[in-house]
T-cell receptor, first 112, second 116 residues
Framework: AQSVTQLGSHVSVSEGALVLLRCNYS??????LFWYVQYPNQGLQLLLK??????LVKGINGFEAEFKKSETSFHLTKPSAHMSDAAEYFC??????????FGSGTRLLVRP | NAGVMQNPRHLVRRRGQEARLRCSPM?????VYWYRQLPEEGLKFMVY????????ESGMPKERFSAEFPKEGPSILRIQQVVRGDSAAYFC??????????????FGQGTRLTVV
């Protein structure tokens, strides 16, 4: 069965520091990959997605992610964290039946 | 994603009661997905529906849970005889159903079910 692994359930960074949230997928075929953000008591908002083409994907709010097939990874980065980035982040993969397989999430804390 | 409407936003039920969760997809979207998020966990797929058809219900518990998406009206996720373990946030997503499904899918804000 396909799975998505997010290393680190909690990540804490200082404001202005680099954000790196890790995601590894398991699919053996070219996957569709997604990063979502969830603010407290809210739904999921799509940050960015990878389908085909360029492996470096830029999303909203200054986030980007790079698809690395050799590492089966799709890590999310942002050069400089802002207080408003504090939220929970979910990596997901679309399976062959068009449903999303989610990781368990990473809660990002931004320290002033 | 404000276009996917879920109601109620919060629902409290006593053990043994029924819970009905509604999802109105975005205009023009004919595909609906339901996901469940247990506390401190990621989202887990439950069911995928098109108008009047269940396409994939592999994530639905075998008993007490059912879903429908009628020709007219919202999609309904129904939980009969709720138990404390059903307490979770239930999210609906809709998609136009063409091309890569989830690249055009949007999520609602969820219904938070609390069973007391």
């Amino acid at each position: 069965a396909q799975s998505v692994t997010q290393l680190g359930s909690h990540v804490s960074v200082s404001e202005g520091a680099l954000v790196l949230l890790r995601c590894n997928y398991s699919s053996s075929v070219p996957p569709y990959l997604f990063w979502y953000v969830q603010y407290p008591n809210q739904g999921l908002q799509l940050l960015l997605k990878y389908t085909t083409g360029a492996t470096l994907v830029k999303g909203i709010n200054g986030f980007e992610a790079e698809f690395k097939k050799s590492e089966t990874s799709f890590h999310l980065t942002k050069p400089s964290a802002h207080m408003s980035d504090a939220a929970e982040y979910f990596c997901a993969e679309e399976d062959s039946s068009y449903k999303l397989i989610f990781g368990s999430g990473t809660r990002l804390l931004v320290r002033p | 994603n404000a276009g996917v409407m879920q109601n109620p936003r919060h629902l409290v039920r006593r053990r043994g009661q029924e819970a009905r969760l509604r999802c109105s997809p975005m205009k023009g979207h004919s595909h609906v997905y339901w996901y469940r998020q247990l506390p401190e966990e990621g989202l887990k797929f439950m069911v995928y529906l098109q108008k009047e058809n269940i396409i994939d219900e592999s994530g639905m518990p075998k008993e007490r849970f059912s879903a429908e998406f009628p020709k007219e009206g919202p999609s309904i996720l129904r939980i009969q005889q709720v138990v404390r373990g059903d307490s979770a946030a239930y999210f609906c997503a809709s998609s136009p159903g063409t091309g890569a499904m989830n690249t055009e899918a949007f999520f609602g804000q969820g219904t938070r079910l609390t069973v007391v």
